[in-house]
């Protein structure tokens, strides 16, 4: 559907895209319309395909069908040398830098001009212009290691500069920003559209879409629900369009009260793979017998809120206490002895061992006692026979003898994963996301692995980015944003509106 | 999209019937490629093959001779198999070797005359292993503590061993050299009391040894918590991590481990058929062809054993080989070749090979999140 | 004459190093694509016999060379190919390599009815200038006194250092062996590059190989390159991967052999250093040059590239 009111030729244009992987659908009939000068907000949550429909913008996907103009004109990209050929460029959230060679290097680095001998006098004076011209400073004889996370992402945009791109698409770049540097990029992307220039910029961040953008576009489930014109939209529609429906809210059984306080976190601070401070003073504690949620979109601390309230990294201030015990620096077998339980988000790569077997996965934790071991000897009747018992009682299907466990599906993974943990019978169980990618038995299941943990007892912190799946098991709701707890509710009083609006930046008048 | 006319993705399970399938498929490759070269040297591969055969298998001798020359194989292979198993890349089989045949020749000369044998040899085999996992340790503590990557560590330390070996003979007077070698600087001979008995030819018990500890080590690492702990660091270190599982000292321990089996079987060698530390009969290229065999065996420490004999016959018939005018290389050249092949194979047991269907993509269980929304 | 020993020394040196200077830029241009070829020894020794057999048989130098390249990017290319497109362990496939090279040398040194063993080359690398200024003192003898390889490798060297460090093609190299997937990003195809820079690696190895044969050590016979490969893979480390501090470091461990007979005229105490000793020194060099380098800060500007053993798996579409 062509704007009828807009008679200028579009810079790009998406009508009708489908794309999906391995059958689940991740951009479905898509229409897309991005202006000459101007910056354009892409809004939706995790999961809603933000990413895929930027990816096939920037050459990386073929999507399944649909079609894309360029200047009015049909265009397809095989790759991104296409793409970038044709003026669409991308700066990802993992950068494509070289981390060894120098920024000049990465931006000559397969450059299709330039000639055969490098001349690195020309390209430094160059670099430095184009900085200097965009706001964009960096140092042309610095290696990319040298850089902090910010110079490097000025580098990337440099890159695709240098190779005159029209279409800049950014993939929540401030998400490895400071605010200062923030917006020291929103001038850098005001004056590229002043140029003529048209930037996509991805991002879940109200505040930010309002400063920035001319127009947004919002999708949610693979969908656009919308596009609008920034000076237009209030961030509570916004929301709205982000989250979508009204949330269905949970009608299980209450239960019993919950109890006295098993996890008790004061003033946590917790550092992210870079060195910076990812969790910034979270207070909270969860109570025997409660499923508390913690809900934001991905990439605002929860990572490292886990890792620090189970040993994996510890935190570089403020206290876990677990079930009376101060485990803030124990390790992590001193936190799984003194009873927590971890269902991390990644399955294979963290949870399990993928090339064990289904009954060795299910003792991981358990292998150094009694039936497991005696006496540094393992007892191999006991990972038959509890093997056994417990992929009978947990429903895992596929498993064989002698099958390494990542041959089972998604859904029997998480159900292996998930038996392990409560096996253990843990004080404290946390779990990250754990019914995502899952079929509808499979989440069914582990849900309700969940609730009886709940039922027996445990206290269980659930941080997910998946509102259904919160309402459905937490009886209390946190809200994560940037490290900090920005907002805390019962279950009863969550709505999408208020959720969306929390988990976009925007604060609440009154303190939770 | 690009259409390719195959399609190679990772095989999920492999029957045993591939596994078993590769090695001997290698073996026979291996020979195929040997027999080409003889053609075009004018020989006749038949008669070669057969003549290696009889001379590996032949007669009762040489079967002895085969089965001493498998002793060290068996370990220096186990001692490849632990490490690789755990994804350290120990090459220093040689020097390891070497320095465990050092140590353990050292202790013999100094325990001397007087020591009975049920304490000397014991102690002399043990010096070995412990000499082995000294040189293993030069690798393993900057692996474990610096990050210094292995590879290139433990195959320098080899050239190293050699040359002190060299040296401690040839290259001085230094207790292992014989005082009385007038025309000729050779080892001293280790007493009595340190030497392995033989009971069959020149067969000794030091095989029975050799396949004591090659189930030992199979139970390690397959029947203990240790071992246990081991696969599960060498699967994924991130799981093993989030275990509770120290996967820095468990590193440590399979290198030096893997340095003690090959440090075993020098000492057993020294202290068996070559009687002294003697550079011409130790420095054979058996902690290299220990890898041959880890690799064929596909780090099975009980497949090893059998590997190893094989390997020991291929090896005892260069010498046959003189005797019909070809030149005793082939040995050497089979040896590469299978090796070749054996890891090439691999790719064959991880991967499988198919035709693009029509339908659209299946989804390879994974349970991973498969879209990167 | 006092000093004449040190001319002596270095001449040797100059020539013992060439081969290494060959073996050792190879690899080092073959470990900037990311890829560990253990297999330089054995693709030395097929050059070596390769180049051996070409001149005893059509008394050329050049056709041996020709041979002895062709030779060692043959075996290379079997590396590539489990490398790069298999993708199987690195490590294990280059130590196959030259056993099975080490092994075929031997063999084809030994066989047929007139074997090469025993036998010398008809035509050798003769020093390429005579009279004049070959007798001026220290310069002559080593700036003028050598044969055509030892300036080919120093043409070798500034060709691969120019190249690498400043040509575009140079700059795509050094990205592949740092960060594939950054270079595929970038447009360059990594398994291309991969294949090309291991054949340049064993091309070179070839002639290191052919230098033994047709002038180090003319008379065939089994095993004329000693250890020369295992030091060539020591001298990358020990030359930072930068190609003309494989000059010095091939000029100065080249010499390890040779140096005992100087030491001898020497007499004592240094005649009593034990050629094994000496024989030791690049390899502990190389152990603590490893360790050193590796670790660290220093590791960014002096270490291997990054990606060095590390199969490649290009992104599905």
Same mark, same amino acid.
């Given at each position: 559907?062509?704007?009828?009111?807009?008679?200028?030729?579009?810079?790009?244009?998406?009508?009708?895209?489908?794309?999906?992987?391995?059958?689940?659908?991740?951009?479905?009939?898509?229409? /897309?319309?991005?202006?000459?000068?101007?910056?354009?907000?892409? %809004?939706?949550?995790?999961?809603?395909?933000?990413?895929?429909?930027?990816?096939?913008?920037?050459?990386?996907?073929?999507?399944?069908?649909?079609?894309?103009?360029?200047?009015?004109?049909?265009?397809?990209?095989?790759?991104?040398?296409?793409?970038?050929?044709?003026?669409?460029?991308?700066?990802?959230?993992? /950068?494509?830098?070289?981390?060894?060679?120098?920024?000049?290097?990465?931006?000559?680095?397969?450059?299709?001009?330039?000639?055969?001998?490098?001349?690195?006098?020309?390209?430094?004076?160059?670099?430095?212009?184009?900085?200097?011209?965009?706001?964009?400073?960096?140092?042309?004889?610095?290696?990319?290691?040298?850089?902090?996370?910010?110079?490097?992402?000025?580098?990337?945009?440099?890159?695709?500069?240098?190779?005159?791109?029209?279409?800049?698409?950014?993939?929540?770049?401030?998400?490895?920003?400071?605010?200062?540097?923030?917006?020291?990029? /929103?001038?850098?992307?005001?004056?590229?559209?002043?140029?003529?220039?048209?930037?996509?910029?991805?991002?879940?961040?109200?505040?930010?879409?309002?400063?920035?953008?001319?127009?947004?576009?919002?999708?949610?489930?693979?969908?656009?629900?919308?596009?609008?014109?920034?000076?237009?939209?209030?961030?509570?529609?916004?929301?709205?369009?982000?989250?979508?429906?009204? %949330?269905?809210?949970?009608?299980?059984? $209450?239960?019993?009260?919950?109890?006295?306080?098993?996890?008790?976190?004061?003033?946590?601070?917790?550092?992210?793979?870079?060195?910076? @401070?990812?969790?910034?003073?979270?207070?909270?504690?969860?109570?025997?017998?409660?499923?508390?949620?913690?809900?934001?979109?991905? +990439?605002?601390?929860?990572?490292?809120?886990?890792?620090?309230?189970?040993?994996?990294?510890?935190?570089?201030?403020?206290?876990?206490?677990?079930?009376?015990?101060?485990?803030?620096?124990?390790?992590?077998?001193?936190?799984?002895?003194?009873?927590?339980?971890?269902?991390?988000?990644?399955?294979?790569?963290?949870?399990?061992?993928?090339?064990?077997?289904?009954?060795?996965?299910?003792?991981?934790?358990? /292998?150094?006692?009694?039936?497991?071991?005696?006496?540094?000897?393992?007892?191999?009747?006991?990972?038959?026979?509890?093997?056994?018992?417990?992929?009978?009682?947990?429903?895992?299907?596929?498993?064989?003898?002698?099958?390494?466990?990542?041959?089972?599906?998604?859904?029997?993974?998480?159900?292996?994963?998930?038996?392990?943990?409560?096996?253990?019978? $843990?004080?404290?169980?946390?779990?990250?996301?754990?019914?995502? +990618?899952?079929?509808?038995?499979?989440?069914?299941?582990?849900?309700?692995?969940?609730?009886?943990?709940?039922?027996?007892?445990?206290?269980?912190? %659930?941080?997910?980015?998946?509102?259904?799946?919160?309402?459905?098991?937490?009886?209390?709701?946190?809200?994560?944003?940037?490290?900090?707890?920005?907002?805390?509710?019962?279950?009863?009083?969550?709505?999408?509106?208020?959720?969306?609006?929390?988990?976009?930046?925007?604060? @609440?008048?009154?303190?939770? | 999209?690009?259409?390719?006319?195959?399609?190679?993705?990772?095989?999920?399970?492999?029957?045993?019937?591939?596994?078993?399938?590769?090695?001997?498929?290698?073996?026979?490759?291996?020979?195929?490629?040997?027999?080409?070269?003889?053609?075009?040297?004018?020989?006749?591969? !038949?008669?070669?093959?057969?003549?290696?055969?009889?001379?590996?298998?032949?007669?009762?001798?040489?079967?002895?001779?085969?089965?001493?020359?498998?002793?060290?194989?068996?370990?220096?292979?186990?001692?490849?198999?632990?490490?690789?198993?755990?994804?350290?890349?120990?090459?220093?089989?040689?020097?390891?070797?070497?320095?465990?045949?050092?140590?353990? =020749?050292?202790? #013999?000369?100094?325990?001397?005359?007087?020591?009975?044998?049920?304490?000397?040899?014991?102690?002399?085999?043990?010096?070995?292993?412990?000499?082995?996992? !000294?040189?293993?340790?030069?690798?393993?503590?900057?692996?474990?503590?610096?990050?210094?990557?292995?590879?290139?560590?433990?195959?320098?330390?080899?050239?190293?061993?050699?040359?002190?070996?060299?040296?401690?003979?040839?290259?001085?007077?230094?207790?292992?050299?014989?005082?009385?070698?007038?025309?000729?600087?050779?080892?001293?001979?280790?007493?009595?009391? =340190?030497?392995?008995?033989?009971?069959?030819?020149?067969?000794?018990?030091?095989?029975?040894?050799?396949?004591?500890? #090659?189930?030992?080590?199979?139970?390690?690492?397959?029947?203990?918590?240790?071992?246990?702990?081991?696969?599960?660091?060498?699967?994924?270190?991130?799981? #093993?991590?989030?275990?509770?599982?120290?996967?820095?000292?468990?590193?440590?321990?399979?290198?030096?481990?893997?340095?003690?089996?090959?440090?075993?079987?020098?000492?057993?060698?020294?202290?068996?058929?070559?009687?002294?530390?003697?550079?011409?009969?130790?420095?054979?290229?058996?902690?290299?062809?220990?890898?041959?065999?880890?690799?064929?065996?596909?780090?099975?420490?009980?497949?090893?054993?059998?590997?190893?004999?094989?390997?020991?016959?291929?090896?005892?018939?260069?010498? =046959?080989?003189?005797?019909?005018?070809?030149?005793?290389?082939?040995?050497?050249?089979?040896?590469?070749?299978?090796?070749?092949?054996?890891? #090439?194979?691999?790719?064959?047991?991880?991967?499988?090979?198919?035709?693009?269907?029509?339908?659209?993509?299946?989804?390879?269980?994974?349970?991973?999140?498969?879209?990167?929304? | 004459?006092?000093?004449?020993?040190?001319?002596?020394?270095?001449?040797?040196?100059?020539? &013992?190093?060439?081969?290494?200077?060959?073996?050792?830029?190879?690899?080092?241009?073959?470990?900037?694509?990311?890829?560990?070829?253990?297999?330089?020894?054995?693709?030395?020794?097929?050059?070596?016999?390769?180049?051996?057999?070409?001149?005893?048989?059509?008394?050329?130098? &050049?056709?041996?060379?020709?041979?002895?390249?062709?030779?060692?990017?043959?075996?290379?290319?079997?590396?590539?190919?489990?490398?790069?497109?298999?993708?199987?362990?690195?490590?294990?496939?280059?130590?196959?390599?030259?056993?099975?090279?080490?092994?075929?040398?031997?063999?084809?040194?030994?066989?047929?009815?007139?074997?090469?063993?025993?036998?010398?080359?008809?035509?050798?690398?003769?020093?390429?200038?005579?009279?004049?200024?070959?007798?001026?003192?220290?310069?002559?003898?080593?700036?003028?006194?050598?044969?055509?390889?030892?300036?080919?490798?120093?043409?070798?060297?500034?060709?691969?250092?120019?190249?690498?460090?400043?040509? *575009?093609?140079?700059?795509?190299?050094?990205?592949?062996?740092?960060?594939?997937?950054?270079?595929?990003?970038?447009?360059?195809?990594?398994?291309?590059?991969?294949?090309?820079?291991?054949?340049?690696?064993?091309?070179?190895?070839?002639?290191?190989?052919?230098?033994?044969? &047709? *002038?180090?050590?003319?008379?065939?016979?089994?095993?004329?390159?000693?250890?020369?490969?295992?030091?060539?893979?020591?001298?990358?480390?020990?030359?930072?991967?930068?190609?003309?501090?494989?000059?010095?470091?091939?000029?100065?461990?080249?010499?390890?052999?040779?140096?005992?007979?100087?030491?001898?005229?020497?007499?004592?105490?240094?005649?009593?250093?034990?050629?094994?000793?000496?024989?030791?020194?690049?390899?502990?060099?190389?152990?603590?040059?490893?360790?050193?380098?590796?670790?660290? *800060?220093?590791?960014?500007?002096?270490?291997?590239?990054?990606?060095?053993?590390?199969?490649?798996?290009?992104?599905?579409?």
């Amino acid at each position: 559907m062509v704007d009828a009111a807009n008679t200028e030729t579009l810079a790009v244009e998406l009508r009708n895209i489908d794309k999906s992987f391995y059958g689940v659908l991740a951009n479905a009939d898509v229409d /897309f319309q991005l202006r000459h000068g101007e910056v354009h907000a892409l %809004l939706g949550e995790n999961g809603a395909g933000k990413s895929t429909l930027c990816s096939i913008l920037a050459g990386l996907y073929r999507p399944d069908s649909g079609e894309m103009f360029m200047d009015g004109e049909a265009a397809a990209f095989k790759s991104p040398k296409d793409a970038l050929a044709a003026g669409v460029g991308m700066v990802y959230q993992h /950068f494509r830098l070289v981390a060894n060679l120098t920024v000049a290097e990465n931006l000559a680095l397969g450059h299709p001009d330039l000639g055969i001998r490098l001349d690195e006098s020309r390209l430094q004076k160059e670099a430095t212009e184009l900085g200097e011209r965009y706001g964009l400073g960096v140092d042309p004889s610095a290696r990319i290691w040298q850089l902090s996370v910010g110079e490097q992402q000025r580098v990337e945009i440099l890159k695709l500069l240098y190779r005159n791109a029209k279409v800049l698409i950014l993939d929540e770049p401030t998400a490895v920003l400071t605010p200062q540097e923030a917006q020291a990029l /929103f001038k850098t992307m005001r004056q590229m559209a002043e140029e003529g220039r048209s930037v996509i910029f991805v991002s879940h961040k109200l505040h930010e879409v309002k400063q920035v953008s001319d127009r947004v576009t919002v999708l949610r489930g693979g969908r656009t629900v919308g596009g609008v014109d920034t000076a237009d939209a209030e961030p509570r529609d916004l929301a709205r369009m982000m989250v979508g429906r009204d %949330l269905e809210l949970p009608t299980r059984d $209450p239960g019993a009260p919950p109890g006295e306080p098993v996890l008790s976190v004061t003033d946590l601070r917790v550092q992210s793979d870079r060195g910076l @401070e990812a969790v910034r003073g979270m207070a909270f504690e969860v109570r025997a017998g409660e499923v508390v949620g913690i809900s934001g979109v991905s +990439g605002n601390g929860q990572r490292e809120l886990a890792y620090g309230l189970v040993g994996l990294r510890t935190p570089t201030a403020g206290s876990v206490i677990l079930g009376g015990n101060d485990v803030t620096s124990a390790s992590v077998l001193q936190h799984i002895k003194q009873g927590i339980g971890y269902v991390p988000q990644s399955r294979l790569g963290m949870g399990l061992a993928p090339g064990l077997t289904t009954e060795e996965n299910l003792a991981l934790k358990a /292998f150094r006692d009694p039936p497991y071991s005696k006496a540094g000897r393992l007892v191999q009747s006991a990972f038959r026979d509890e093997g056994a018992r417990e992929i009978e009682e947990y429903d895992i299907r596929g498993v064989r003898p002698g099958l390494p466990i990542r041959l089972l599906s998604g859904g029997n993974l998480q159900k292996a994963l998930v038996a392990r943990e409560v096996e253990l019978k $843990p004080i404290v169980l946390i779990a990250r996301s754990p019914t995502r +990618g899952l079929d509808v038995g499979a989440t069914e299941a582990v849900r309700n692995l969940i609730l009886a943990e709940r039922a027996r007892g445990a206290g269980v912190l %659930l941080i997910s980015e998946d509102l259904d799946e919160l309402l459905a098991l937490s009886d209390r709701l946190l809200v994560i944003y940037e490290g900090e707890i920005v907002g805390r509710m019962p279950v009863e009083d969550a709505s999408a509106e208020r959720l969306g609006l929390l988990m976009a930046g925007q604060r @609440e008048e009154a303190p939770a | 999209m690009s259409t390719r006319r195959f399609i190679v993705e990772p095989r999920g399970l492999a029957s045993p019937w591939l596994k078993l399938l590769v090695p001997i498929g290698s073996v026979f490759a291996a020979l195929v490629v040997g027999a080409i070269f003889l053609a075009l040297t004018g020989e006749n591969p !038949f008669s070669v093959y057969k003549e290696m055969a009889e001379a590996g298998f032949g007669t009762t001798r040489s079967v002895a001779e085969t089965l001493l020359t498998a002793t060290p194989l068996i370990l220096t292979g186990v001692a490849a198999a632990i490490a690789f198993k755990m994804l350290v890349w120990n090459i220093g089989g040689e020097g390891q070797f070497l320095i465990g045949a050092v140590f353990a =020749s050292g202790v #013999a000369i100094w325990l001397g005359d007087g020591a009975p044998a049920y304490v000397a040899l014991p102690v002399v085999i043990v010096a070995g292993g412990i000499g082995g996992a !000294f040189w293993a340790s030069v690798s393993a503590v900057p692996r474990v503590y610096l990050g210094t990557n292995e590879i290139i560590t433990t195959l320098m330390l080899n050239f190293i061993a050699i040359n002190f070996t060299n040296y401690l003979i040839f290259g001085s007077t230094s207790p292992w050299r014989d005082p009385e070698g007038a025309t000729f600087p050779q080892g001293r001979p280790i007493p009595d009391g =340190s030497r392995i008995p033989e009971f069959f030819e020149r067969l000794d018990y030091g095989i029975f040894i050799a396949i004591a500890l #090659a189930v030992l080590a199979w139970y390690l690492l397959g029947k203990t918590r240790w071992g246990f702990q081991v696969r599960i660091a060498g699967d994924s270190a991130d799981t #093993a991590r989030y275990a509770g599982i120290g996967v820095s000292n468990k590193i440590l321990g399979v290198f030096l481990l893997s340095g003690a089996y090959a440090g075993f079987a020098g000492g057993l060698f020294v202290a068996g058929p070559v009687g002294a530390l003697d550079p011409r009969s130790l420095i054979l290229g058996l902690g290299f062809t220990g890898i041959i065999v880890a690799a064929l065996a596909r780090l099975n420490p009980l497949a090893i054993i059998p590997v190893a004999v094989l390997m020991a016959a291929l090896l005892n018939s260069g010498p =046959s080989l003189q005797s019909i005018g070809v030149p005793t290389a082939t040995v050497t050249m089979l040896q590469g070749a299978i090796l070749l092949f054996a890891v #090439a194979g691999e790719f064959l047991i991880q991967n499988r090979i198919r035709r693009p269907d029509k339908s659209p993509n299946t989804a390879p269980s994974s349970g991973e999140e498969a879209s990167p929304a | 004459m006092n000093e004449s020993w040190v001319v002596e020394l270095a001449f040797a040196a100059m020539v &013992l190093g060439t081969p290494l200077i060959f073996a050792t830029i190879g690899e080092i241009m073959t470990e900037r694509s990311g890829i560990l070829n253990l297999g330089v020894q054995g693709m030395m020794l097929v050059g070596a016999v390769s180049a051996f057999w070409a001149t005893y048989n059509t008394e050329n130098l &050049l056709l041996g060379l020709v041979a002895g390249i062709l030779a060692g990017a043959a075996l290379s290319v079997i590396h590539a190919f489990t490398s790069v497109t298999l993708r199987v362990n690195q490590i294990v496939s280059g130590l196959a390599l030259t056993i099975f090279g080490t092994g075929l040398a031997s063999f084809l040194g030994q066989a047929g009815s007139d074997p090469l063993v025993g036998n010398p080359a008809p035509v050798v690398f003769e020093p390429l200038f005579s009279g004049g200024i070959t007798e001026w003192p220290i310069v002559g003898p080593l700036l003028f006194g050598h044969d055509l390889m030892v300036y080919v490798a120093w043409v070798v060297a500034g060709f691969a250092s120019y190249y690498l460090f400043h040509t *575009k093609m140079g700059l795509s190299l050094r990205a592949v062996g740092e960060d594939p997937a950054s270079a595929e990003a970038a447009g360059i195809n990594v398994s291309a590059v991969r294949y090309a820079y291991v054949m340049v690696g064993g091309a070179l190895a070839g002639v290191g190989g052919a230098y033994y044969s &047709l *002038k180090i050590v003319p008379t065939w016979q089994d095993g004329p390159i000693g250890e020369a490969g295992w030091i060539a893979i020591a001298l990358v480390i020990l030359a930072s991967w930068r190609p003309w501090r494989a000059v010095f470091a091939a000029y100065l461990f080249g010499a390890a052999g040779r140096v005992q007979f100087t030491l001898q005229t020497l007499g004592e105490p240094w005649s009593n250093i034990p050629s094994t000793i000496l024989a030791m020194t690049p390899f502990v060099f190389a152990i603590i040059a490893m360790i050193v380098l590796t670790s660290g *800060k220093r590791a960014r500007f002096l270490g291997a590239p990054a990606a060095l053993g590390i199969p490649y798996f290009r992104e599905e579409r």
